[in-house]
């Protein structure tokens, strides 16, 4: 079973525009952990942002926030303003460490072309 | 702190071949996990270790696919007489001393397979 879906394959957004990565998750454990990874063209995995799923609050880091919607089971990154570097793949991951499970499970990711 | 070191960054071998692929975490986190990114898809977990133990391989092929974390030295992951299908970027990524948190598992570079 598909347990991280991003729907958006492709995605193109004007130069400083705000931009919303979808994420939907599916899980049963109470207890997990939701990841944004960026990937640019260089190939390295840069980590983003990070939401415990028992956090009252949406995370934020600089221009990033995650929208968080438990009863979706949702998490998409918001990103403000977004810059020409911006450009590359977005994977959303989860971690269901009560299952015993360490692991980051990724879903397809999301190219992110920002245009001047 | 350095971040996570993988090497080499590329690795092209022939079929039949073995590869050995080597990751150093980052400075004080113990555990360590690899994972394999096929083109144009997602990251997918392999084997997670922490010194000198193999914690979770649910990940990796049944044959040819080792991976260690010694005592000392990086950690490897090794294929043995590897074979077309087995090119793609295999990235590591540590994480500190489980706290009963949810670490944040940071990547290393990734080292590029070729297999001609």
């Known amino acids: 079973a598909q347990k991280i879906t991003q729907t958006q394959p492709g995605m193109f957004v004007q130069e400083k525009e705000a931009v919303t990565l979808d994420c939907t998750y599916d899980?049963?454990?109470?207890?997990?952990?939701l990841f944004w990874y960026k990937q640019p063209s260089s190939g390295e995995m840069i980590f983003l942002i990070y939401?415990?799923?028992?956090?009252?609050q949406n995370a934020t880091e600089g221009r990033y926030s995650l929208n968080f919607q438990k009863a979706r089971k949702s998490a998409n990154l918001v990103i403000s303003a977004s810059q020409l570097g911006d450009s590359a793949m977005y994977f959303c991951a989860m971690r269901e460490p009560f299952q015993g499970a360490q692991k980051l499970v990724f879903g397809q990711g999301t190219r992110l072309t920002i245009n001047p | 702190n350095a971040g996570v070191m993988q090497n080499p960054r590329h690795l092209v071998r022939r079929r039949g071949q073995e590869a050995r692929l080597r990751c150093s975490p980052m400075?004080?986190?113990?555990?360590v996990y690899w994972y394999r990114q096929l083109p144009e898809e997602g990251l997918k977990f392999m084997v997670y270790l922490q010194k000198e133990n193999i914690i979770d391989e649910s990940g990796m092929p049944k044959e040819r696919f080792s991976a260690e974390f010694p005592k000392e030295g990086p950690s490897i992951l090794r294929i043995q007489q590897v074979v077309r299908g087995d090119s793609a970027a295999y990235f590591c990524?540590?994480?500190?001393?489980?706290?009963?948190?949810?670490?944040?598992?940071?990547f290393g570079p990734g080292t590029r397979l070729t297999v001609l």
């Open positions: 400075k004080g986190h113990s555990h």
């Open positions: 990524a540590s994480s500190p001393q489980k706290t009963g948190g949810m670490d944040t598992q940071y």
């Open positions: 939401q415990g799923s028992y956090d009252q």
């Open positions: 899980t049963s454990d109470p207890s997990y952990g």
